[in-house]
Every structure is written in structure tokens, then in C-alpha cells.
């Protein structure tokens, strides 16, 4: 079975704050892709990164970091110094063979970030 | 190129009535998807196409149906609306096995 764990529903931090928001998933398949979306108010869905399984290295994007862990199954991604418009929902993803090219989501996590 | 678009933005029914969501893209993927958000629950995968003329279930298929006549188009058709029906639905897309998925603005269906 496929299945996506996000197991903070809501974060708040102050600005400038780091905060990490995590990613836990199952699958059997020796090949999948993990992914991070982010959903602002406005609603639409923002594609952030793509992490194939054999490319355990983690990956710095500006103030963006995610961190790749085969070994406990975990895609975690950490905003330093967080600023008010990284305000938003997060969803981490995973797409397997069983799910033919479709993405498994997580809950989400909303987080919020106040001046 | 637009992208992934939908229509209806916004869509009120009634129970029992039935309706077509459309999505298109212009990007020529071979994938395409359709997902329904509810709070608290994520996005869950409702029917997927690996192709024209390929479609199949996802994780919450009942009282939808799909098909792929053509590269572009993947329309997502309710066939008695019923309240639990009520979501933000989205399209998406992707050029390959693996790659990232392009999402469409979304649809906002209320069943009364």
C-alpha cells in the first residue's frame, strides 16, 4: 500500500523563525518520485520540488531545504528564516507504479507564519 | 501555452443532477489526473489516464466517471450529484512517469 504521512496538522512560528515540516511515507516500489507542493490562501497548487528514489542528496533552494532519508522512509522540508508569505499549506506527495503516474498526498500541514 | 485549465471555476447543483467538469491541457502530456481536495483530507486521486483512451481508478472513483477520447481533454462527469460530492476538484498533468504534475485552478462544486 502507498501511503503519505504528515503528522503536524498546523505549525505557527514568528518570522524569521526555521521551521521544519515532515514527511513520512510507505511504499513497496524500488522506484517512486516524492514531491512538495505548497497551496497559498488563494488556493492554487504550487509545485516547490521532485525527488526521485535513488537521489538520496539533499537539496538547498534559497531559503527552501529538504532532506531525503531512505532509511526512515522521510522527505522533510525545512523553511529558514520564515517570512509571513510562506504562509500556507503544505502537502508532501508520493507517486508509485501502483498508482500508475498519480500522485498519493498527505494531509497537509498548515503553517503559519505571523510578524 | 495555458497550461492546464478548467471550467467551471464555481459550479452549484442540486442532488441527483448531473454535470461535467473539463479539463484540458496544451502541453501534450500523456498523463493526466483528477484529484478532490476536502478540509483535513488532502488531495485524494479520484481517476487517472496514462494516455488517450486509458483510463482507471484511483482511491475515491464512485459516482464519477471519465474518459480520454483525445491527448488534451480529460473530462470528469458526475452523474447524480449528491451532497458528499461538495469539494474543490483538481486536473493535472504530467509529461512522464515521475515528472511533475501540473495542476489546474481548480473547480469549486457545491451539491445542495
Known amino acids: 500500500a502507498q501511503k503519505v504521512t504528515q503528522a503536524q496538522t498546523e505549525i505557527s512560528v514568528v518570522e524569521k523563525e526555521d521551521v521544519t515540516l515532515d514527511c513520512v511515507y510507505e511504499t513497496r516500489d524500488t522506484t517512486y518520485y516524492l514531491f512538495w507542493y505548497k497551496q497559498p490562501p488563494s488556493g492554487e497548487l504550487v509545485f516547490l520540488i521532485r525527488?526521485?528514489?535513488?537521489?538520496?542528496q539533499n537539496e538547498i533552494s534559497g531559503r527552501y531545504s529538504w532532506n531525503f532519508q531512505k532509511s526512515t522512509s522521510s522527505f522533510n522540508f525545512t523553511i529558514t528564516a520564515s517570512q509571513v508569505v510562506d504562509s500556507a499549506v503544505y502537502f508532501c506527495a508520493l507517486e508509485a507504479n501502483q498508482a500508475g503516474t498519480a500522485l498519493i498526498f498527505g494531509k497537509g500541514t498548515t503553517l503559519s507564519v505571523s510578524s | 501555452n495555458a497550461g492546464v485549465t478548467q471550467t467551471p471555476k464555481f459550479q452549484v447543483l442540486k442532488t441527483g443532477q448531473s454535470m461535467t467538469l473539463q479539463c484540458a491541457q496544451d502541453?501534450?502530456?500523456?498523463?493526466m489526473s483528477w484529484y478532490r481536495q476536502d478540509p483535513g483530507m488532502g488531495l485524494r486521486l479520484i481517476h487517472y489516464?496514462?494516455?488517450?483512451?486509458?483510463?482507471d481508478q484511483g482511491e475515491v472513483p464512485n459516482g464519477y466517471n471519465v474518459s480520454r477520447s483525445t491527448t488534451e481533454d480529460f473530462p470528469l462527469r458526475l452523474l447524480s450529484a449528491a451532497p458528499s460530492q461538495t469539494s474543490v476538484y483538481f486536473c493535472?498533468?504530467?509529461?512522464?512517469?515521475?515528472?511533475?504534475?501540473?495542476f489546474g485552478p481548480g473547480t469549486r462544486l457545491t451539491v445542495l
Open positions: 489516464s496514462v494516455g488517450a483512451g486509458i483510463t
Open positions: 502541453m501534450n502530456h500523456e498523463y
Open positions: 525527488r526521485n528514489s535513488f537521489d538520496e
Open positions: 493535472a498533468s504530467s509529461p512522464y512517469s515521475g515528472g511533475e504534475q501540473f
